[in-house]
C-alpha cells in the first residue's frame, strides 16, 4: 500500500483527546450514511495521496503535538493505510488516536493486538434497535463487538483512554438513557448536543437538551464521568457529585 484516499490534515488541535495536543488526519471515506454528518464533502470521491507525503506531514508535527489521531470519514475502511501510518507514527515515538464508527471490529483488533492505538473514540450512535432509523447501518452486531473490545483493551490498560461518544438529535435524544444500559461505569462518555439544519426538524433546543442531560446525570444514579458538548460549552459530570465546569 503506498497511497490512501485522503481527506485534509490539521496540524494542530487540543480538542480530540483530553488533556493532548494532537495533528489530526482525515481519512475520505464512510459507508455509514448518518443523516446528520458533519462530514459530508468527504464521504465520496477519489484523492489518493502517497504514504509518504502523509509520513512527511506527520514527521513535521513531531515537535508540536504529543499525537496523531485518525479521523474521517471513517479510516477503518482503509485498512492498509490506517496500518502503515499508525505504525510509522509510533515509530517516530508519537502516540496514536482513532476515531471510528466501529463498523470494522477485525481491523480494531489488530490494531489494539500490536500495541499501535494509544486513544479510541467510539462512536454509539444509538440503541441498537434505532440505529436504522439514523444510518443506513442495518446490523449492529459488529459495532456491538468493537465496544466490547475497545472496553476490554481499556480494562487491560492497552488502551490509555477510551470514550464513547454519542451525538444527539430529535430521534436519540432519549437513547441516551439506553445506551446508559450497554456502557460499565468505567469508561468514559461523551454527549454531544448535535447541529443541523433546522428544516430536519431534527434539531433539540438548548432546553430540551439540558433537561434530559439533567436527569442523564443526577449525581446520585450516574456511574461514569461523562462530559457533556453543547455549542461552545463543555461540562463534566461525575457519579456522586455534582456537576462541575
Ligand atoms: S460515521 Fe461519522 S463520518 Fe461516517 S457518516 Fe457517520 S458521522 Fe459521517
Request: proline share 4%; glycine share 6%.
Amino acid at each position: 500500500m503506498t497511497e490512501m484516499n485522503y481527506a485534509g490534515y490539521i496540524d494542530f488541535s487540543s480538542i480530540e483527546w483530553p488533556d493532548h495536543t494532537s495533528s489530526v488526519l482525515f481519512f475520505r471515506g464512510c459507508k455509514a450514511g448518518c443523516f446528520y454528518c458533519y462530514n459530508k464533502h468527504i464521504l465520496a470521491g477519489d484523492n489518493y495521496v502517497s504514504l509518504d507525503v502523509i509520513k512527511d506531514k506527520i514527521n513535521g508535527s513531531k515537535p508540536f503535538v504529543e499525537a496523531i489521531v485518525m479521523s474521517g470519514g471513517e479510516c477503518t475502511e482503509q485498512p492498509d493505510a490506517l496500518y502503515e501510518l499508525l505504525k510509522y507514527t509510533k515509530s517516530i515515538g508519537l502516540k496514536t488516536g482513532l476515531y471510528t464508527n466501529g463498523c470494522n471490529p477485525d481491523i480494531i483488533f489488530v490494531l489494539l493486538k500490536e500495541n499501535l492505538i494509544d486513544m479510541i473514540s467510539l462512536d454509539i450512535k444509538a440503541t441498537w434497535e434505532n440505529y436504522p432509523s439514523l444510518t443506513a447501518i442495518k446490523d449492529t452486531s459488529s459495532i456491538k463487538k468493537s465496544l466490547s473490545l475497545c472496553i476490554m483493551a481499556s480494562r487491560t490498560n492497552k488502551l490509555e483512554y477510551f470514550n464513547v461518544n454519542t451525538t444527539v438529535f430529535k430521534s436519540n435524544l432519549s437513547d441516551i438513557f439506553g445506551i446508559d444500559l450497554y456502557l460499565p461505569s468505567d469508561i468514559n462518555q461523551t454527549i454531544t448536543k448535535g447541529i443541523i439544519k433546522p428544516e430536519s426538524g431534527e434539531c433539540v433546543s438548548d432546553e430540551e437538551f439540558m433537561y434530559a442531560i439533567k436527569e442523564y446525570t443526577d449525581p446520585y444514579i450516574l456511574t461514569r464521568p461523562v462530559t457533556v458538548k453543547m455549542a461552545n460549552q463543555i461540562h463534566k459530570y461525575f457519579p456522586c457529585s455534582d456537576a462541575a465546569m
